[in-house]
């Protein structure tokens, strides 16, 4: 794909003539691709949020945190074809009622309608069944919105959705669903910004900023509502939608309150896990796990609205002092991840299992000491002393490599 094409496939604006495929095989990996023009945007936020506000979109340690959480989301995919994929073709291969032509525009725009409506039930269904709330509750657990915010993506998530795309590979090629399979999330990763106001009348079909910036609120009105990937007619039909009115306070309505990216993911699966021990009954304990999260006994499905925190305005976001010095280290060894996890997805093919594994986990430590130093932890300091020599050790026996061969020279130097 040129550089224009997948500037265009952030917003969904490729016509089907130039993204439609024959086989899975030749679609591209839009979302690998963008990851340059994440960065791009996300520096251009920065700028145009200095110039409208005189402040900076966000922090340091919620942007370092939201970044790890997309990283950690992709990393199995390093390892395994996408769960989505998997399933879809074999649904296809094995079930499917007939075939509509893959290069037909007709088929491209059934696709983006379906793979759109998929994803409203799916993310519907994410937070109003506690199970799958506890994989999709990270993409809410930021207390900034902002462009990180957007990259901030569950690992579980994936093994959760993959169920509601399957009706289509009853008629639609995979090669056409993989393609919007990624411009349905790609999609959605510019409206996660306060920079941008309303957008008139593209307001009545598109999700638009605003439209999602209510559903990552916490305010009573925010609950449960705007849950379009896309388009937001689905939430207009639904009557799950709803307007932005009073400023939004973003985050969950009970903050997990870490910055460290397993504990993001697993603490509200123990939650789950003890509340299920502690309910008396079978069928309440089926309750706590398939009804929604604010259910209790005796409760409606999706639990009792007046029980959700009101919103005072004087909300504070989880920020725990850190020195200037560790901020800006962290940001340093932050950005080496990057470029060794950026590494690893350029040379996959090239690397025996062993050596991706090794980074991987390399990586996976990384993340969680960066999350304690933020969290400005006792314990940090000593898994970060312990993470540097991983480092100098397994760099010194040839299993790590920057992309940019100039930074090798750094590495060394550095350690
Ligand atoms: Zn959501
Ligand atoms: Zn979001």
């Not at 004087?314 to 560790?326: Q, R, S, T």
């Amino acid at each position: 794909t040129a550089p224009g094409q997948q500037l265009r496939a952030l917003f969904y604006a490729l016509a089907p003539g130039e993204s439609s495929f024959r086989t899975v095989e030749e679609v591209p990996d839009y979302v690998e691709k963008s990851i340059p023009f994440f960065i791009t945007f996300i520096g251009l936020e920065f700028a145009v949020s200095w110039i409208q506000k005189r402040k900076l979109p966000g922090r340091i340690n919620d942007g370092i945190s939201s970044l790890s959480l997309g990283i950690l989301s992709r990393l199995p995919d390093v390892l395994f074809r996408s769960i989505e994929l998997i399933s879809y073709i074999y649904v296809w291969n094995n079930y499917r009622l007939f075939e509509l032509p893959w290069d037909s525009p007709w088929t491209w725009y059934l696709t983006l309608l379906g793979v759109d409506f998929a994803y409203y039930c799916f993310h519907r269904m994410s937070h109003e069944v506690n199970i799958l709330w506890a994989a999709h509750q990270v993409h809410h657990s930021s207390e900034d919105y902002n462009l990180f915010t957007a990259l901030r993506q569950s690992v579980l998530q994936k093994y959760t959705s993959w169920i509601f795309n399957l009706p289509m590979a009853l008629f639609i090629p995979p090669s056409v669903f993989a393609v919007h399979l990624q411009f349905n999330l790609l999609y959605q990763f510019w409206i996660h910004t306060e920079v941008i106001t309303k957008l008139g009348p593209l307001e009545w079909i598109l999700n638009t900023p605003s439209h999602h910036r209510v559903h990552h609120g916490r305010n009573p009105y925010c609950i449960d509502k705007n849950y379009g990937g896309t388009l937001i007619i689905w939430d207009r039909i639904f009557g799950t939608f709803e307007a932005e009115d009073a400023k939004v306070v973003y985050g969950l309505t009970h903050p997990v309150n870490s910055f460290d990216p397993i504990m993001l993911q697993l603490r509200p699966l123990a939650q789950i896990w003890n509340t299920f021990w502690a309910t008396p009954g079978f069928c309440n304990k089926l309750s706590v796990i398939f009804k929604g999260p604010g259910w209790g006994p005796g409760k409606p499905r999706l639990g009792l609205p007046e029980e959700i925190p009101a919103i005072t305005g004087k909300e504070v976001p989880f920020n725990p002092y850190v020195p200037a010095y560790l901020n800006g280290y962290a940001l340093v060894h932050f950005a080496v991840i990057v470029d060794l996890y950026t590494e690893l997805l350029a040379s996959i093919t090239v690397l025996s299992q062993g050596t991706v594994l090794l980074r991987i986990c390399f990586i996976i430590l990384s993340l969680v000491s960066f999350g304690l130093l933020m969290e400005n932890k006792s314990k940090a300091g000593i898994l970060e002393i312990i993470r540097c020599l991983v480092f100098i050790g397994v760099y010194k026996l040839g299993y790590f490599r920057s992309q940019f061969s100039f930074l090798g020279y750094a590495y060394e130097v550095r350690y």
